[in-house]
């Protein structure tokens, strides 16, 4: 037996061992049966990631893995993971993802005989625009329902053409590598996407993890804004509807997540400030105003408003491992 040549799994890391623990055991489990390879580039872990990999390989053949010489950053190292693999498509896969169950790929797999740029995955329980299979063609059409989207780590499926051709070295750095070189790739070109609106990928876990909340505003706001605002060749109107739909289908700044960033110091009256320029292109003036006036409220009294402190920090984060000397129980 050789490993599927139509698609493989392509998944970045750095000191996630705890992490690879949980999700490539559940992974390797539901594609066993269809030989699909699993590349893994390891950004100079050290935490045994290695040594873990070695062992799994003795069990599933199909696992490929470089580990980089020195950490070279989240977004080099996806490109990286990318260009690593050897298929016609490549699923790029954050650590923490799965794929939902051992029935999964059999909607993908129809599929991969034909070209398409990108594939596009649903994820679990996510709010969706259509609830039916479409070919996207029409670059603005993508951009507006579909832009905000691709910036999970486990929704896109990239043609290995789509991969040479993208221009990676323009967004390094962006913290949304993965979504930008495919838009900008498809704001050049005539282009076929596809999207698989049945639920095929999730989070398992993330355990171990370094979260954003900290720097929801210049991560969430300036740079998604700005790097949006600067593709070449979109409509500014949908420009402006994929900036604003992020924060609304994702539920960004909810009220409980308005609190946590808050709790975390994510949300400050002098970050407020520092990017007030940007927040009105990411959501809406009543959601700005409760977050100044949440300012207002020092951060060590947040927690005291929940009767379970620990079930809602749980509820939002997905898990608490990452936060554990910043809770305060």
Same mark, same amino acid.
């Given at each position: 037996?050789?490993?599927?040549?139509?698609?493989?799994?392509?998944? /970045?890391?750095?000191?996630?061992?705890?992490?690879l623990?949980?999700?490539? /055991?559940?992974?390797?489990?539901?594609i066993?049966?269809?030989?699909?390879?699993?590349?893994?580039?390891?950004?100079?872990?050290t935490d045994?990631?290695?040594?873990?990999?070695?062992?799994?390989?003795?069990?599933? /053949?199909? *696992?490929?893995? !470089?580990?980089?010489?020195?950490?070279?950053g989240?977004?080099?190292?996806?490109?990286?993971?990318?260009?690593?693999?050897?298929?016609?498509?490549?699923?790029?896969?954050?650590?923490?993802?799965?794929?939902?169950?051992?029935?999964? &790929?059999?909607?993908i797999?129809?599929?991969?005989k034909?070209?398409?740029?990108?594939?596009?995955?649903?994820?679990?329980?996510?709010?969706?625009?259509?609830?039916?299979?479409?070919?996207?063609?029409?670059?603005?059409?993508?951009?507006?329902?579909?832009?905000?989207?691709?910036? @999970? @780590?486990?929704?896109?499926?990239?043609?290995?053409?789509?991969?040479?051709?993208?221009? #990676?070295e323009?967004?390094?750095?962006?913290?949304?590598?993965?979504?930008?070189?495919l838009?900008?790739?498809?704001?050049?070109?005539?282009?076929?996407?596809?999207?698989?609106?049945?639920?095929v990928?999730?989070? #398992?876990?993330i355990?171990?993890?370094?979260?954003?909340?900290?720097?929801?505003?210049?991560?969430?706001a300036?740079?998604?804004?700005k790097?949006?605002?600067?593709?070449?060749?979109?409509?500014?109107?949908s420009?402006?509807?994929?900036?604003? %739909?992020?924060?609304?289908?994702?539920?960004?700044?909810?009220?409980?997540?308005i609190?946590?960033?808050?709790?975390?110091? $994510?949300?400050?009256?002098?970050? @407020?400030? !520092?990017?007030?320029?940007?927040?009105?292109?990411?959501?809406?003036?009543?959601?700005?105003?409760? @977050?100044?006036?949440?300012? *207002?409220?020092p951060?060590?009294? &947040? /927690?005291? &408003?929940w009767?379970?402190? %620990?079930?809602?920090?749980k509820?939002?984060? $997905?898990?608490?491992?990452?936060?554990?000397?910043?809770?305060?129980?």
């Open positions: 037996m050789v490993a599927n040549q139509l698609l493989s799994i392509c998944i /970045p890391t750095y000191n996630r061992m705890k992490t623990k949980e999700t490539l /055991p559940d992974l390797i489990r539901k066993r049966n269809y030989n699909i390879a699993i590349y893994i580039s390891d950004n100079a872990s045994k990631t290695e040594d873990y990999i070695t062992s799994l390989q003795s069990d599933y /053949p199909y *696992i490929f893995y !470089k580990k980089n010489i020195s950490n070279l989240a977004d080099k190292n996806a490109e990286n993971v990318l260009k690593f693999s050897t298929t016609k498509y490549r699923w790029l896969m954050a650590d923490h993802y799965i794929v939902t169950d051992e029935t999964s &790929i059999n909607h797999l129809p599929l991969l034909e070209d398409y740029d990108a594939i596009i995955v649903n994820y679990k329980n996510r709010k969706i625009i259509r609830n039916t299979r479409y070919i996207y063609t029409d670059k603005n059409m993508f951009l507006e329902e579909l832009g905000w989207y691709i910036g @999970m @780590m486990c929704t896109t499926i990239y043609h290995k053409e789509t991969i040479m051709k993208a221009k #990676f323009n967004f390094n750095n962006s913290f949304f590598l993965q979504s930008l070189v838009l900008n790739y498809i704001s050049m070109r005539k282009f076929k996407i596809a999207w698989i609106p049945e639920e990928t999730w989070a #398992f876990s355990k171990g993890s370094k979260s954003w909340h900290e720097d929801v505003l210049p991560i969430f300036q740079s998604w804004t790097n949006i605002l600067n593709l070449n060749s979109f409509d500014e109107t420009k402006k509807v994929c900036i604003k %739909r992020h924060a609304a289908q994702a539920n960004l700044f909810s009220d409980k997540n609190l946590l960033f808050r709790y975390i110091n $994510g949300i400050t009256f002098f970050k @407020m400030v !520092k990017y007030l320029h940007y927040l009105p292109k990411v959501t809406t003036y009543d959601k700005i105003t409760k @977050m100044f006036l949440i300012c *207002i409220i951060s060590r009294f &947040i /927690p005291m &408003i009767k379970n402190k %620990r079930e809602f920090f509820q939002v984060l $997905g898990g608490i491992e990452c936060y554990q000397q910043k809770l305060l129980f």
